[in-house]
């Protein structure tokens, strides 16, 4: 959750592109920009601490101009985080980046992930793919609501 929702302050977009680099963040790192089991202390680790990047092990670091994007989508002060599409786009992480070629879906995908796999998928979500054909069944035979629920 942004800063300004857990402070209770009055909130608008801007709390959307702190959405935007916490999923930025996880989607680098593979883990979110502040982690507790402990709730209060997680509110204060938003509310107060700076955002620390990860040793990385890895051949490929990530470039000091994405970690500069990821500082600025989270920001604690909503008035001083990067809060439009303009500004985010002509931050220096972006620099290389062709946005028509994105638009115009001439970009192709360095992975594209075989359906048959589902490696990044937990195996209980394959269930409700499951239970829509059941649903459909159920409505299709005319079945209520309530009457799906006992039979399920």
Not at 20 to 38: A, C, K, N, T, W
Request: charged letters at 25%.
């Amino acid at each position: 959750m942004a800063p300004e929702i857990l402070a209770g302050f009055e909130y608008s977009y801007p709390i959307d592109y702190w959405a935007l680099g916490v999923l930025i963040f996880e989607m680098i790192y593979s883990i979110r920009p502040y982690q507790s089991h402990d709730e209060k202390r997680l509110k204060q680790m938003v509310l107060d601490t700076p955002i620390r990047f990860p040793r990385q092990i890895v051949e490929n670091t990530v470039s000091t101009c994405v970690k500069s994007l990821l500082e600025r989508l989270l920001t604690k002060s909503q008035d001083e985080r990067l809060n439009n599409y303009k500004d985010i786009m002509n931050h220096p992480a972006f620099e290389n980046f062709d946005m028509h070629a994105l638009k115009s879906r001439s970009i192709k995908p360095s992975v594209i992930p075989k359906p048959e796999y589902n490696l990044n998928f937990d195996p209980e979500l394959a269930l409700y793919r499951n239970c829509s054909n059941i649903y459909k069944l159920l409505h299709l035979l005319k079945f209520t609501p309530s009457d799906s629920l006992t039979l399920l």
